[in-house]
T-cell receptor, first 116, second 117 residues
């Protein structure tokens, strides 16, 4: 079975600084998707960034980028120029392409606080 | 992006009663919907996968007779918590998959907070 592990329950960053959130996963599949979701206090899940496993190039979305290391099964999220609005719970998630109906498997989450 | 709506957004009920939560895809057809449960400060735990027109597939450890899931149309799935108890109090989130492809994009509802007194 696939698992997702986030080893940092809490992280803190100064406004305008850069922070990296860690995520590792375990799977025997070769094709899959990885995601980072943001959950603010409203509890609405917001997709931050997505990475297809077959793509070697790391995904980037404005201030958000990932470091995808397929062999090491590592998928970290880097937030540059942190803003107060980035404060939220961040979840790393894995999704099979061909099996299990495409369900998402989430990590434990990392609570990010941004200091002004 | 596509919109998924959950109703009610919060509900308080007495122990022993049943509560129904609806998950609707407003502008797309969702052949598959997923139901998650989330306790405070914890992750989303998948409860079941709901497929339109067929029985839901429950994750290990989830009581299918307690958490009834119905996916009667391409835009609506319902989760009914039967004979609710205080330990069922939680945040329930649905996610809908657009299209029939397994890699169809997933969209989340706003969540429903259930409090059982």
């Amino acid at each position: 079975a696939q698992t997702v592990t986030q080893s940092q329950p809490e992280m803190s960053v100064q406004e305008a600084e850069t922070v990296t959130l860690s995520c590792t996963y375990d799977t025997s599949e070769s094709d899959y998707y990885l995601f980072w979701y943001k959950q603010p206090p409203s509890r609405q899940m917001i997709l931050v960034i997505r990475q297809e496993a077959y793509k070697q190039q790391n995904a980037t979305e404005n201030r958000f980028s990932v470091n995808f290391q397929k062999a090491a099964k590592s998928f970290s999220l880097k937030i540059s120029d942190s803003q107060l609005g980035d404060a939220a719970m961040y979840f790393c998630a894995y999704r099979n392409i061909y099996n299990q109906g495409g369900k998402l498997i989430f990590g434990q989450g990392t609570e990010l606080s941004v200091k002004p | 992006g596509a919109v998924v709506s959950q109703h009610p957004s919060w509900v308080i009920c007495k122990s022993g009663t049943s509560v129904k939560i609806e998950c609707r895809s407003l502008d797309f057809q969702a052949t598959t919907m997923f139901w998650y449960r989330q306790f405070p400060k914890q992750s989303l735990m998948l409860m079941a996968t709901s497929n339109e027109g067929s029985k839901a597939t429950y994750e290990q450890g989830v009581e299918k007779d307690k958490f009834l899931i119905n996916h009667a149309s391409l835009t609506l799935s319902t989760l009914t918590v039967t004979s609710a108890h205080p330990e069922d109090s939680s945040f329930y989130i649905c996610s809908a998959r657009a299209g029939r492809e397994r890699i169809g994009e997933l969209f989340f509802g706003e969540g429903s907070r259930l409090t059982v007194l």
